[in-house]
Structure formats: C-alpha cells, structure tokens
C-alpha cells in the first residue's frame, strides 16, 4: 500500500451501521416517493424502486445508480442463469437489477441487519425472491461458499474496506473457474496537491468511513489472483453526478439529504474537479489456480 489514504485506519461496525442508519436511501423513504407518485402495490417494478430522475430516492445506493448497474452488467457479460455474489449489497438494489435486467440468481451479503431486513421486503414487493436473496453477515469473516458463483460484484462499497487483499483472497474461492468480478469504486486519482485539499480528503473518508487510495492499490491485489479485461476511467461521470446529487439535496431531495450527506457530495465534486478524487470501473477474470503467483 502506497499509504496515501488520509483517513482514520479502520471503522468499526456501529460507525457503519450508524452510517447507513442515517442514510436518505431507506426503504421507507422509497415507499413515500412511490406512495406520491401514485405507484402502489401490487404495480411496484423493480425499475420503479431503482429510477427516480427528480429526487434520487431509489434502491440504487452507489454511484451512477441505474444506469451503472446496467453498464457493469453489460461490461462483465452478466447473462440469465448467472450466479452473482454481491458482497456489501446494502438494500439489495443491484441484486434486483441484476435479476430483472438479466436474468442473474444473485445472492447479496451486507453488514447491516436493518439493511438486509428492508432489501428482503422490497425485494418480495417486487415479487424477485426466487432470483434474489440476502444475508446479513460480515464479509471479513464470513464462511465462503466455495466455487458456487459465476461474478463477483462489488459497486461502491469495498472502499470501506481497508484491506482488499484479503478481502479479495478470501472471495476468490467463491467463484467456479473462468468466473469474472466487477468492480466499481472511487479511488485517488492524485495526491492532494494542497493543504485545503488534505483536509477535505480527511473530512470525506470521516463522512464516507472511506478507505481513499490510489487507484494502484484496487488493481493491484486484482491482479494477484485476476487477468483485468476491461478498465474504464469514470472520474467525469463521477463528478457530475456527485454535482447533480448536491442540486437534488439543495432543491426537491432537501427533506431527505442530511447535512452530512449534502456536504458529502460537496467534498467529493470540489475534490473530483481538483484531480484528487476519482471512480473506477473494472471487469477481470479468475486466472486458473496454477497460474497465480
């Protein structure tokens, strides 16, 4: 590790769940949108809990929301009778796309108990049981289902995480051969240049509980165990949304964003334009055991 991460080393599991606790994105906070727009069981869709172009209350708690799940889908070759492991799955938002968009049996794991709680009853008021499931557990400890999923999917999520190696040493073993991950995550795309930057960084990793390094850092242990097939730059796309998140929260998500979550977005959109933040997009594919050194 480079160690140009800022921020504190490690976060416990009440800082997280109290992190996601306090987050606009809740099952509850979906179901009023819905109940105002007039869409009412038993005509909620999947794409109705994870599309909301005016306030961005959806399913979909990571960056790009629907549009990105849909792209990193298409980039790993997700296809109907995958299996899909998506590891710190949160509400289970990508799970459910993955299923209704192609045809994916995904299993998702979170730490959060609440969480899970709230992505099983949205994920049966979708009627996706049969293709979606969801655990509470921790994925630094969890035992591993060996050789029993085609992706692994991580979407704005590992970057809580401080030791990816392990991390990824330990899911490996969860995909069959020729088995691909798909990952997603911001990343330093430079170190801070100045000391207003420094302390931003500080102040965004405290809000996020965010493990910020280079990108070096993510690709590296992938490619321990992976040949990466696809890597796309995606630093653009992160900063207009984070700017496009900070108008929402300003204007009709006002009554959702909490003030961390606002200043959040603002951190994150002043240190993307500085070069100092940026977001990833990668697809890789299990080497064979034989190969990996």
Request: hydrophobic residues 40%; contains cysteine.
């Amino acid at each position: 590790m480079s160690g140009a991460a800022r921020g504190p080393k490690s976060f416990t599991r009440e800082e997280l769940e109290e992190l996601y606790g306090n987050h606009p994105i809740s099952e509850k906070n979906i179901l009023a949108r819905l109940e105002r727009a007039g869409v009412r069981d038993p005509n909620i869709s999947p794409l109705d809990l994870a599309r909301d172009p005016l306030t961005e209350i959806t399913d979909q708690n990571h960056v790009g929301g629907y549009d990105f799940v849909s792209q990193l889908g298409h980039a790993a070759g997700v296809s109907a009778g995958d299996a899909v492991l998506d590891l710190c799955c949160g509400l289970g938002g990508s799970a459910r796309l993955l299923a209704f968009l192609f045809g994916a049996r995904v299993h998702g794991i979170d730490l959060s108990a609440p969480r899970i709680a709230q992505g099983q009853r949205l994920t049966s008021l979708v009627r996706l049981e049969s293709r979606v499931t969801l655990e509470c557990a921790d994925i630094r400890r969890a035992s591993v289902p060996e050789h029993r999923f085609d992706v692994l999917w991580g979407q704005s999520a590992w970057v809580h995480l401080e030791d990816r190696d392990a991390l990824l040493a330990r899911w490996v073993r969860a995909l069959r051969p020729g088995g691909r991950l798909a990952l997603e995550d911001a990343c330093l795309a430079h170190p801070p240049r100045s000391r207003s930057d420094r302390r931003r960084l500080v102040e965004l990793e405290e809000i996020w509980k965010a493990h910020l390094v280079p990108q070096e850092d993510w690709i590296s242990p992938v490619e321990r165990l992976f040949t990466v097939e696809k890597l796309e730059d995606l630093a653009g796309k992160f900063e207009r949304y984070f700017a496009r998140l900070a108008k929402i929260a300003g204007g009709p998500g006002r009554d959702y964003f909490t003030a961390a979550e606002i200043r959040g977005c603002e951190l994150a959109v002043t240190l993307a334009q500085a070069g100092v933040l940026g977001y990833f997009r990668l697809v890789a594919r299990i080497r064979p055991y034989e190969s990996r050194g």
